[in-house]
């Protein structure tokens, strides 16, 4: 009897252990989300169409990631039964493997999204150093000036991309591995 116990309060604390783990990992989400939307908040184009055409992919990249860490967050409360404000709700339908099938196809789609936009970074970078370049080799002061403009907001375009690509793969790796968890417990009928 003393080892049922025992075994039913480790059982018990894992539960916990693994409920806190979520709840961090939610929190985290948030966190690059935020961090995500104060980025595209400031994006601005620099008016270079390659330049640009990153700086684009990453901003489209970014709002896909903070809409499905928002989705992930309201599927995931569904599917224990919470309701938004936190309290369990008997009446709240949980999400279908279908459902979240579905998802799981949408986390790849942003997945390709950043590549996309990952694989323009080196032309853009390269491009925003050679308008840089150009913009010091000039004689007209008005054309020089221009240039000046131009290639400092070519800069905080690749500077945008270079920020936000890390924090949207961990993004993108963490929504991916939990999606894909939580597909594998409700295939196999256990409770999150």
Known sequence: MK???????VVMFAGVVNAQEIKDEIQKSRDRSAKLEA????????GNANIDG???AMKNAAVLAIANSVQLENMYKRQIGEAVDG???????KPTLEEWTTFAETIVGEGVSIK????????????????AENASKGKNPMAV????????????VVEFGSTATPILLEESAAQAKA??????????????
Request: proline letters at 0%.
């Open 116 to 131: 996309t936009a990952v694989d323009k970074a080196q032309g853009a970078a390269d491009e925003a150093k050679t308008i």
């Open 54 to 56: 990153y700086g684009d």
């Open 87 to 93: 309290v369990q709700d008997v009446t709240v339908t």
């Open 3 to 9: 080892k049922f116990i025992v075994a039913l309060a």
């Open 145 to 156: 000036a221009k240039a000046a403009k131009t290639s400092k907001a070519a800069a905080a």
């Open 179 to 192: 999606v894909q968890q939580i597909i594998e417990n409700v295939k196999s009928g256990k409770n999150l």
């Open 39 to 46: 980025l595209v908040k400031d994006y601005k184009a620099c």
